[in-house]
């Protein structure tokens, strides 16, 4: 038997400006985007080459207090690429916000990204042993 995480929900207050942040900018490819009715839609994004998905969730009611806020103001969610100061360098020509200068830990190469809804995410490379 074989497992693996397909999809994590995130909120955004509207599907195009979802896929437009994370397909236009942050360079995600657009897997899936399907006619549910009564206004949802099925999205999903991936990163080049992942396997996991982001299932874009459109916040209804009650649910907009979340947006931005999923993970409670931490670094919630982690893109691990294998070109750090590539990938760096064109997230921020696309006008990607970044918190904070890239630095390097122990475990690698990271810097805090946000979404423009206040979503944070670490950029990381890991270090090789």
Known sequence: MSQHLHAIAILVPDYDAGIAFYVGKAGFDLLEDTDMGGGKRWVLVR???????????????????????????????FLHTDDFAGDHARMRAAGITFEEEPRHEPYGTVAVWRDPWGTRWDLLQLARP
Do not use: Y
């Not at 649910?63 to 969610?77: K, S, T, Y």
């Open 47 to 77: 990163p080049p080459g992942g396997e996991t998905a982001l299932l874009l969730a459109r916040a209804v009611g009650e649910q907009a207090r979340g947006i931005g806020d999923q993970f409670a103001g931490r670094v919630g969610l």
